[in-house]
């Protein structure tokens, strides 16, 4: 069973108990401190996990009447130890393969760095020519557009990949 080892983190705390799946969102968006996440993509993630736990046993999904809320419950089952070494285990597994990847990884970021240069190269010959020749502006302006659009989306790739590198601490920045 692959499980999230924050949400382990989280509900393996002995004072959590009967709980909501928002009670366990609120407290990872608070200990992932990552201000670009969707807390209702969250929400599903966690939502779907806590399910993995009451197939297996460990957790008891209570609905209440009243207003349909659903809280969950450890069970007798409910292993600490057992989720905190598979949590711990799954977080190992993800490095490892991280680090498989990284190779390729660092192959791709050097692509992109070095296609980022060519776009700034572009974008910066294109103003030159504008000076030089004002009354080009209507055929200089959207290649000197797309050559920033194009540049900002390299620049996208790159801090997406330099993220992934940054887990395991193997990256420098540009």
Do not use: C
Not at 4 to 14: G, H, K, Y
Not at 22 to 46: G, N
């Amino acid at each position: 069973m692959k499980f999230d080892p924050l949400i382990a983190q989280i509900i393996v705390a002995r004072n959590f108990d009967h709980f909501t799946t928002s009670d366990v969102r609120s407290a990872y968006i608070a200990l992932k401190k990552d201000p670009s996440i969707d807390p209702i993509h969250v929400r599903r993630k966690i939502y779907s996990e806590l399910l993995k736990l009451v197939k297996k046993g460990w957790l008891k999904k209570l609905i209440s009447n009243k207003k349909g809320f659903t809280r969950f419950s450890k069970t007798e089952a409910f292993n600490v130890e057992t989720i905190t070494l598979k949590s711990k285990l799954e977080a190992r597994n993800e490095m490892d393969e991280l680090n498989n990847q990284r190779p390729k990884l660092l192959e791709k970021l050097n692509k992109y760095k070095a296609e980022m240069l060519l776009n700034i190269g572009e974008s910066e010959a294109y103003k030159e020519l504008y000076l030089e020749f004002p009354e080009l502006v209507d055929e200089i302006q959207p290649k000197y557009n797309k050559a920033r659009d194009n540049n900002t989306k390299v620049l996208g790739k790159i801090k997406a990949i330099e993220s992934l590198l940054k887990l395991n601490g193997s990256v420098e920045e540009i």
